[in-house]
């Protein structure tokens, strides 16, 4: 099983970003697919979710309307469209993926944003 973040960097306040995970080794639509973020000195947070073949989705407050949760099926891949970006969304960002107990995660990828 493997989980593979990228598209992380260095963007100015108000960049966009598309992040990509891609997945390998498990029934890929049949997962909950999330992104967290970790900044330095907190604790993992959730940011976003997307469920398997229904496509519904869930953000937390502090990201609705800037970041955008999607995935393709037939590719393995979720993504996370990030746009209007804020000093406080620098982080490292995880892809997870659920079913049941069966839980894995990415490696991360490092966001900051910073002028």
């Known amino acids: 099983v493997r989980l593979v973040e990228s598209g992380g960097g260095l963007v100015q306040p108000g960049g966009s970003l598309r992040l990509s995970c891609a997945a390998s080794?498990?029934?890929?639509?049949?997962?909950?697919m999330k992104w967290y973020r970790q900044a330095p000195g907190k604790e993992r947070e959730l940011v976003a979710s997307i469920a398997g073949t229904s496509s519904s989705t869930y953000y937390a407050d502090s990201v609705k309307g800037r970041l955008t949760i999607s995935r393709d099926n037939a590719k393995n891949t979720v993504y996370l469209q990030m746009a209007s970006l804020k000093p406080e969304d620098t982080a490292v960002y995880y892809c997870y993926a659920a079913r049941g107990s069966q839980q894995y995660w990415g490696q991360g990828t490092q966001v900051t944003v910073s002028s």
């Open positions: 080794g498990f029934s890929f639509s049949s997962y909950v």
